[in-house]
């Protein structure tokens, strides 16, 4: 994961993961595990999924960080914040897994 986090959380977020390539993704349990991070997980998770960081030629810190700041200056609504946007790139990453884009 993107953070350092106790080994019983990371057992946690890690076993949460697994399955973001399924429809029935429960992202508010990944929200609850990582303590508010889910989009840092999942950003860090999917970018590494599908080899972007290496496509870009982004390291690991820039990338953590990245992911820290957007994370961080998401809005603070009830809808459209940083829980939203990661469950809206779980959706997008399902749909070119499953589309064929792999």
């Known amino acids: 994961i993107a953070f350092t986090v106790p080994a019983e959380q990371e057992a946690q977020i890690l076993e949460s993961v697994k399955d973001i390539s399924s429809w029935e993704y429960d992202i508010f349990k990944l929200e609850e595990v990582s303590h508010g991070r889910a989009l840092e997980v999942l950003g860090w998770t999917i970018l590494l999924h599908w080899g972007l960081p290496q496509k870009f030629k982004v390291g690991p ?19 459209h914040n940083s829980t939203h946007a990661a469950d809206v790139l779980t959706t ?11």
């Open 61 to 79: 810190r820039q990338l953590q960080n990245w992911l820290y700041y957007v994370s961080q200056n998401y809005n603070k609504t009830e809808y």
């Open 92 to 102: 997008c990453h399902y749909l070119l897994a499953t589309g064929g884009a792999a």
